[in-house]
């Protein structure tokens, strides 16, 4: 029932006859227009190659009402088809438009076959072409990160040029414009902290050390690893885009060919200026999130606010804050290379800006994670 | 590069491309690119979509370097040449970039005055004066304070042109100098190179596929080919047009009216 509909729906566009023993003549009528229910031209195609013995098929468009661009896709479909079999196409019948447009797109399509010499390899070629990639890039990056250094050393010996205006800009950037979102991440994070701590601590009578928890954790863990995450979202990821609109414009190229170094010019303000911010960032973030914690416990769990504040100076010393601190100071050169690392590598087209902060972005949090997780091990070596 | 004893003549080879070769990985892109460009000429680098003018001028700017070949400033290998010679090299050299390529975290004013700052020891006040007169050179004297975001496509270009006269260099390179621009400003664009080039001998290099550009201020050029994928011609466009027999190039330089053969892969 429904091949018949199908049947009868194709024969409104087209009839297939046979002339001769070895032609096809393919009458098209009606209107060929996008979103018409039209032939499929692979049906159309499997139709006329029942027939081993057809070797041409010609066409009747004396019917053939408005057509567009879904003709001509079914018939080049149709001509690359039976072209595999060795059917001739005899495009004499066709509207002289569609002729030549025909041979333009086939033209064109032969083309583009002559350029795409790419196919996939095998499995274990595209294995190797992987990890010659990973390797080129991680090689990048371990290249990147020399250059950092020695324009580093370039500007200890005061032979680096970089605009300090830039740089104040940076650090107005990242450190005072930062403050609203870092205030209500920490707070949130000390608060959370403080809950599911209680709860549990409440089991014991305990609710009192819930300052401690609170206390430590901001200081020694949450208080970088959230900022850094903020900072990444927030900066690194502008640091990305800014760098990776720059390269797109040849603002960079334009930059090399004043001899000026865009490391020097642009990647070192930047890191500077996150390694300035960030620590005050963190420091800031503490106590915030101390102060979330604070109001859980003094709010909700009838602890008094000088006991709250007692057990926070007793349970906290200049140790953890400095640990939060120093992470903070590392987490801060990550961001800043990964950001202008992908931002500095940035292809050539919008898409790649968009495609330069992503990896940059997700880059960054990896390797703040993976920081973390080496600073917990050697805190916990070192016994601090 | 330094001027002393250097004859500032014309013709006296002022570039010279020797045997440049271009290539990712195996994939040649180009090869075999030899021209030499004299003092205070007009050179072009012409031809069609993707035959890596671009890319040739990026070698010759220091920002991709060959698989192999030459670029002689002066008789100087630029490319054998340590980081501070080639800095000295390009310190005579302004680029006019195909979008303007001006620094947008910065005013008219400091994207002018940058490439001084660099590389001069004039005061804030000399630099300013400098500065105003490059902008009122090309038009746009009272935009100092404006950001390139502020200003039309026209107009970055223009004060990207005057950053690169910034330093008055002895060679100017223009890519697509007429991209983007109406056909009026386009046409005040190749007045001004020729001006620059009557009254200061700056040699420009000029990257281009404006037909009309190219024959009207070219003196001589080179003619690159996407399917050989190297140099198929070269000499003073305006001859080119009359007497070449390469079909590319007639085809080219005619827009496809005439020597257009039937088969478009095919050379000479």
């Known amino acids: ?384 | 590069m330094t001027e002393q004893g250097k004859p500032t003549i014309r013709d006296a080879a002022h570039i010279t491309v020797r045997d440049v070769t271009m290539a990712y990985g195996n994939y040649v892109v180009m090869k075999d690119i030899n021209f030499t460009i004299n003092r205070g000429e007009i050179f072009v680098v012409m031809g069609g979509s993707g035959c890596g003018k671009s890319t040739l001028m990026k070698i010759m700017l220091g920002l991709k370097s060959p698989e192999k070949g030459q670029i002689l400033y002066n008789g100087l290998n630029f490319w054998e040449a340590d980081e501070p010679v080639r800095n000295e090299i390009l310190k005579h050299v302004g680029i006019l970039y195909q979008r303007g390529a001006l620094w947008s975290s910065m005013t008219l004013a400091e994207n002018v005055a940058l490439p001084l700052e660099e590389y001069t020891d004039m005061s804030r006040t000399q630099i300013r004066e400098i500065v105003s007169f490059k902008l009122s050179l090309v038009g746009l004297a009272g935009f100092e304070s404006f950001y390139p975001s502020e200003l039309s496509g026209g107009m970055i270009k223009r004060a990207a042109l005057a950053r690169a006269m910034a330093l008055d260099p002895e060679i100017l390179f223009f890519d697509e100098p007429s991209a983007g621009l109406d056909p009026i400003s386009a046409r005040l664009l190749d007045d001004l190179i020729l001006e620059l080039r009557e009254s200061l001998q700056t040699t420009v290099v000029v990257v281009s596929h404006e037909l009309e550009s190219i024959l009207a201020i070219g003196d001589n050029s080179i003619f690159l080919d996407a399917d050989t994928r190297t140099m198929i011609a070269s000499g003073n466009p305006r001859t080119m047009l009359k007497e070449s027999r390469n079909p590319k190039v007639c085809a080219f330089l005619t827009r496809g009216k005439a020597g257009c053969s039937d088969t478009p892969g095919e050379t000479l």
């Not at chain 1, 149709?78 to 041979?103: A, D, H």
């Not at chain 1, 583009?112 to 274990?124: D, V």
């Not at chain 1, 107005?172 to 991440?185: D, K, R, T």
């Not at chain 1, 885009?241 to 020097?264: F, R, W, Y």
């Open chain 1, 1 to 384: 029932m429904i091949i018949q509909d199908d049947k009868e729906q194709s024969q409104r566009f087209m009839r297939l006859e046979r002339p001769s023993d070895d032609t096809v003549l393919m009458r098209l009528c009606g209107t060929w227009k996008i979103g018409q229910n039209l032939p499929s031209a692979l049906d159309v195609y499997e139709q006329i190659a029942i027939h081993t013995r057809i070797k041409t098929i010609i066409f009747d468009s004396t019917d053939l009402g408005s057509w567009d661009s879904t003709l001509l896709t079914f018939l080049i479909r149709i001509i690359e088809l039976c072209g595999e079999k060795g059917i001739t196409v005899e495009r004499g019948g066709l509207p002289t438009g569609v002729q030549k447009l025909l041979s333009l797109a086939m033209e064109a399509l032969e083309k583009k076959a002559l350029h795409k010499e790419e196919t996939p390899g095998p499995f274990l070629a595209r294995i190797g072409e992987i990890t010659l990639n990973i390797t080129q890039s991680a090689a990048g990056m371990f290249a990147f990160i020399g250059e950092a250094t020695t324009a580093f050393i370039r500007l200890i010996m005061g032979r680096a040029r970089f605009r300090s205006s830039d740089m104040v800009l940076t650090i107005q950037e990242c450190g005072p414009q930062a403050l609203p979102i870092v205030s209500l991440i920490s707070a949130l994070v000390g608060v959370i902290v403080a809950f599911v701590g209680i709860i549990q601590l409440r089991l014991f009578g305990a609710e009192i050390y819930i300052a401690n928890v609170v206390g430590i954790a901001m200081a020694r863990e949450m208080g970088a690893l959230m900022t850094a995450i903020i900072m990444m979202g927030r900066t690194g990821a502008a640091f990305a885009a800014q760098l990776g609109t720059m390269e797109v414009n040849e603002e960079i190229d334009a930059l090399k060919t004043l001899g000026i170094s865009p490391m020097e010019f642009l990647v070192m303000p930047r890191i500077i200026a996150l390694v300035l911010m960030m620590p005050l960032l963190c420091l800031y973030s503490d106590i915030v999130g101390i102060l979330g914690g604070a109001v859980i416990g003094i709010g909700m769990f009838d602890l008094s606010i000088t006991q709250y504040y007692d057990q926070t100076l007793h349970a906290l010393n200049l140790t953890h804050f400095s640990i939060g601190i120093i992470k903070s100071a590392v987490f801060a050169v990550l961001i800043a290379l990964s950001g202008c690392y992908y931002g500095i590598h940035c292809g050539r087209s919008a898409s790649s800006v968009g495609d330069a902060t992503t990896s940059a972005v997700v880059t960054g949090i990896v390797l703040i994670v993976v920081a973390d997780g080496i600073f917990a091990i050697i805190t916990n070596a070192l016994w601090i």
